[in-house]
């Protein structure tokens, strides 16, 4: 079965840095588009970044432009979330997902990791 499994979250200063991975298996991962999305307590899921297949192009929510990096290693099934000069309003539990197209929304995703925390204090 499918299984994508989130890495790297955890607690970090306000200003420092921190990179997700997220593992895939049981899907031929360079033919998905791949996705990272946050959820904060009592708030709506959110997209954050997205990377087409080939890793050509990629797109991000205008609050983490500038600082966020989405990339992706077709060969070891793995996209990653560097995220640079982080702010509290980042906490939240990160997830990645995994799509046949190139968008935005949570809902065509098809399918989803657990999750990782990441809180940044002020």
């Known amino acids: 079965q499918v299984q994508l499994v989130e890495s790297g979250g955890g607690l970090v200063q306000a200003g420092g840095s921190l990179r997700l991975s997220c593992a895939a298996s049981?899907?031929?991962?360079?033919?998905?588009?791949m996705g990272w999305f946050r959820q904060a307590p009592g708030k709506e899921r959110e997209f954050v970044a997205t990377i087409m297949r080939g890793g050509y192009s990629t797109y991000y929510t205008d609050s983490v432009k500038g600082r966020f990096t989405i990339s992706r290693d077709n060969a070891k099934n793995t996209v990653l979330l560097q995220m640079n000069s982080l702010k509290p309003e980042d906490t939240a539990v990160y997830y990645c997902?995994?799509?046949?197209?190139?968008?935005?929304?949570?809902?065509?995703?098809?399918?989803w990791g657990q999750g990782t925390q990441v809180t940044v204090s002020s």
């Open positions: 997902a995994a799509s046949q197209s190139f968008v935005i929304r949570a809902h065509e995703y098809d399918y």
């Open positions: 049981g899907l031929t991962f360079s033919t998905y588009a």
